[in-house]
């Protein structure tokens, strides 16, 4: 089965740091971008930035850009998602998906169940 | 970046009812556009991608039509299960790919 699964919930201070992840099993892990996705509470999709973990080609929507860094870890089949300083306005569902079609940015068919980030101080 | 703009915000409708979501593109996207469902605490769910080809195992009663800037999700008969928020999305133009700000199918 083809599947991405995220880590859980974070609870985190106004600048702290985070790194969260997107581990990826049931297929070639190298062949499929994978993009991050963040919605805010009670508002719609927001495409952040995608990265293709064969050779680590990474791009951001300009929105995010300098926001977040977007990493993989092609030994674990694992994708990050980090902030090196985390803001009130960070709160959100993150999810990470994969497109359907292989080495193309194409429509996400594969979603992670989503990581909640609370950011409070 | 290409704006996706969806109407109506808000749609109120009757199960068994034909309903049709529109997205429009502030610039061509081709046929590089999918419609997602999601409902309240659930990732989104792929429908249609190419515009106009249903994902896998999703129900013939959703399709989808348009090119170039016009789009439409069209639900034939709803059922109660389709009551959820829908977003279209293109990916011809990245980064950023963009979605639409959404549409909610709520019960008249």
């Known amino acids: 089965e083809v599947q991405l699964v995220q880590s859980g919930a974070e609870v985190k201070k106004p600048g702290e740091s985070l790194k969260i992840s997107c581990k990826g099993s049931?297929?070639?892990?190298?062949?499929?971008?994978i993009g991050w996705v963040r919605q805010m509470p009670g508002k719609g999709l927001e495409w952040m930035g995608i990265?293709?973990?064969?050779?680590?080609?990474?791009r951001y929507s300009p929105s995010f850009q300098g926001q977040v860094t977007i990493s993989a870890d092609r030994s674990i089949n694992t994708a990050y998602l980090q902030w090196s300083s985390l803001k009130a306005s960070d709160t959100a569902m993150y999810y990470c998906?994969?497109?359907?079609?292989?080495?193309?940015?194409?429509?996400?068919?594969?979603w992670g169940q989503g990581t909640m980030v609370a950011v409070s101080s | 970046e290409i704006v996706m703009t969806q109407s109506p915000a808000t749609l109120s409708v009757s199960p068994g009812e034909r309903v049709t979501l529109s997205c429009r593109a502030s610039?061509?996207?081709?046929?590089?556009l999918a419609w997602y469902q999601q409902k309240p605490g659930q990732a989104p769910r792929l429908l249609i991608y190419g515009a106009s080809t249903r994902g896998t195992g999703i129900s013939a009663r959703f399709s989808g039509s348009g090119s170039g800037t016009e789009f439409t999700l069209t639900i034939s008969s709803l059922q109660s299960e389709d009551f959820a928020v829908y977003y279209c999305?293109?990916?011809?133009?990245?980064?950023?790919?963009?979605f639409g700000q959404g549409t909610k199918v709520e019960i008249k």
């Open positions: 049931g297929y070639s892990f190298t062949d499929y971008w």
């Open positions: 999305l293109q990916y011809n133009d990245w980064p950023p790919a963009t």
């Open positions: 610039q061509s996207v081709r046929s590089n």
């Open positions: 990265i293709y973990p064969g050779d680590s080609d990474t």
């Open positions: 998906a994969r497109p359907q079609v292989q080495q193309l940015v194409h429509a996400f068919d594969i």
